[in-house]
């Protein structure tokens, strides 16, 4: 009515119309106020928009519209609603086009976000037998950026035709900053494993732990021994001819011990200084200043030392202290330690000289102290 005041008093002729006209014409400036007052977007929406408005304005003023539609942000509402009842007029090719993209797209790797994934080993630990290899990789696997193999895999000298998949699945699951390793340590005198190894990474790191090769053969003899308590006596196996000092090189025993043979098939694949060379018998001596060399050879940070380690007199062996969370220390086996088989002093004096020129020649490859009488 307000509206038809003003009209009447700016509009000359108006006190000619009649009272129906004068009321559909009421009727009509009140719409034409009210629509300048309040524009349609804001109180209702056209049929077509999906998206209802949460805001309407009255002037300077603006006050939220209650209604359950407002709790949800435009984007999720128009994603909930496709995914309940797509659009009719929709096209049926983009919407299978959209569902075969959604059925392709692989899950994000969940065991990667949570605990890693396996990997090829970064460094393996290939030799050698009744050297240390299991003390090696006991005292390293302690470092948090460490997870290795429990057991040795011997897949480049017996299990090579299973294929690298095969070898992968024996690895731990590892974090993207933490190295892989296994050991094995019949790699080192297996002629087809280097080249084996350098096929699946040249940049595979390798660790050597050898001693001197008498105490080792007779350590070798020794552990079987134990299994096979009817075996010949050692000087039978490491001799054809005692009395004339001619060697056997064909029992394993006494072949593991030419380091400088087996290493030079290894030269032929990786440098040398990809090759890390641990020693036996400071490994039991002086077991953190061993495994400080190996992390640096590693790349890791210096966190295994010697507040890790004790001397078990018993074993005449160093063992792992206790962890805080566990109630005993870690020794190794009941087969690390054990007491040697007695040989006759000539026997290791003639393998002794029989060894002395391979030795000389390791020493002189590798560059490093070992001196073995």
């Not at 050698?128 to 948090?144: M, S």
Request: hydrophobic share 35%; aromatic share 10%; net charge positive.
């Amino acid at each position: 009515m307000a509206c038809v005041l003003i009209f009447s008093r700016l509009v000359p002729f108006s006190h000619r119309l009649r009272g129906t006209s004068l009321c559909f014409l009421s009727l009509f400036l009140s719409f034409l106020c009210y629509c300048a007052l309040f524009p349609g977007g804001a109180v209702m929406q056209k049929s077509g928009d999906p998206t209802p408005s949460c805001l309407l304005a009255d002037g300077a003023k603006r006050r939220l519209q209650k209604s359950l539609s407002c709790l949800f942000p435009p984007d999720a509402r128009r994603s909930s609603a496709a995914d309940e009842a797509p659009h009719p007029q929709a096209d049926p090719r983009r919407s299978a086009a959209a569902r075969t993209g959604r059925e392709n797209t692989p899950s994000p790797p969940m065991s990667h976000l949570k605990f890693g994934n396996k990997k090829l080993p970064n460094a393996i630990i290939v030799g050698v037998k009744k050297g240390g290899t299991r003390a090696v990789l006991e005292f390293i696997r302690i470092h948090p950026d460490v997870r290795a193999a429990g057991t040795e895999t011997h897949f480049f000298d017996r299990n090579y035709d299973r294929g690298l998949e095969w070898y992968r699945g024996l690895m731990p699951r590892t974090l993207e900053s933490q190295i892989t390793m296994e050991k094995t340590p019949s790699y080192f005198v297996t002629k087809e494993t280097p080249h084996r190894i350098s096929a699946m990474s040249q940049e595979t790191k390798l660790i050597v732990v050898v001693r001197d090769p008498v105490t080792r053969a007779i350590s070798d003899y020794t552990q079987t021994l134990s299994k096979t308590p009817d075996l010949p006596s050692f000087q039978d196996l490491a001799f054809r001819n005692q009395s004339l000092g001619i060697v056997d090189v064909s029992w394993n025993a006494i072949r593991i011990g030419l380091y400088a043979l087996h290493l030079e098939n290894w030269l032929r694949y990786f440098p040398l200084a990809q090759i890390h060379f641990v020693s036996g018998e400071r490994l039991i001596t002086d077991p953190a200043g061993e495994l400080a060399r190996v992390q640096d050879f590693l790349g890791l940070k210096r966190i295994v030392t010697d507040k890790h380690f004790y001397f078990n007199r018993t074993k005449g062996f160093p063992c792992l202290k206790k962890p805080e969370s566990s109630g005993s220390p870690r020794c190794l086996g009941k087969s690390k330690g054990r007491t040697h088989v007695q040989i006759d002093r000539d026997a290791i004096e003639q393998l002794r000289d029989f060894y002395r020129p391979y030795n000389v020649k390791f020493y002189e490859m590798v560059g490093h102290d070992f001196k073995w009488e």
